[in-house]
């Protein structure tokens, strides 16, 4: 972990939202299971988010709902949280285990290319996006997020964790 990247899930705050929104979801979905993409434009960089609710840059993603499939959730997702669409198939690189967020918690991580159809503008869950290169990162970018991006140019061995 370098000086730069921030945990995930650190800090009471953010420990106690995590807990409820999982409680929550105890109701709505026997396990979870959510998608998140690394999403690169035709640069080649990549595109990522900060939520209001929790502290650090992630890349785009989120909780499936019951009946939605994979494709389904992530389209909506992109769309919902960077005025994103989908150029091509996207590639299913691994499935996680996110161990950090409940005992529960699986994450479908894809690969893919993106074209943004506007600029996203800050709401009460995204406080800022954009398109990074790779070698230029927000400073605190999650090191979950650093992670995924070395197991995809295969400087690290992929974790079955997130």
């Given at each position: 972990?370098?000086?730069?990247?921030?945990?995930?899930?650190?800090?009471f705050r953010t420990r106690a939202m995590v807990w409820l929104l999982h409680q929550f979801f105890?109701?709505?979905?026997?396990?979870?299971?959510?998608?998140?993409?690394?999403?690169?434009?035709?640069?080649?960089?990549?595109?990522?988010?900060?939520?209001?609710?929790?502290?650090?840059?992630?890349?785009?993603?989120?909780?499936?709902?019951?009946?939605?499939?994979?494709?389904?959730?992530?389209?909506k997702e992109l769309r919902e949280e960077g005025n994103l669409e989908i150029l091509g198939e996207?590639?299913l690189v691994h499935v996680y285990y996110n161990r950090n967020a409940s005992k529960r918690d699986?994450?479908?991580?894809?690969?893919?290319?993106?074209?943004?159809?506007?600029?996203?503008?800050?709401?009460?869950?995204?406080?800022?996006?954009?398109?990074?290169?790779?070698?230029?990162?927000?400073?605190?970018?999650?090191?979950?997020?650093?992670?995924?991006?070395?197991?995809?140019?295969?400087?690290?061995?992929?974790?079955?964790?997130?």
């Amino acid at each position: 972990m370098s000086s730069e990247d921030i945990p995930e899930i650190r800090g009471f705050r953010t420990r106690a939202m995590v807990w409820l929104l999982h409680q929550f979801f105890i109701l709505r979905r026997g396990m979870t299971l959510g998608v998140r993409a690394a999403c690169f434009d035709a640069e080649g960089r990549v595109f990522l988010v900060r939520h209001t609710y929790v502290p650090g840059w992630y890349m785009p993603g989120g909780g499936m709902e019951r009946h939605e499939t994979a494709r389904a959730a992530l389209t909506k997702e992109l769309r919902e949280e960077g005025n994103l669409e989908i150029l091509g198939e996207p590639q299913l690189v691994h499935v996680y285990y996110n161990r950090n967020a409940s005992k529960r918690d699986h994450v479908l991580f894809y690969r893919l290319t993106v074209e943004q159809t506007a600029p996203r503008a800050a709401d009460r869950e995204i406080a800022e996006s954009g398109f990074f290169a790779l070698d230029a990162l927000p400073k605190d970018t999650t090191t979950a997020t650093r992670r995924r991006l070395k197991e995809l140019s295969g400087e690290v061995e992929t974790s079955d964790f997130w």
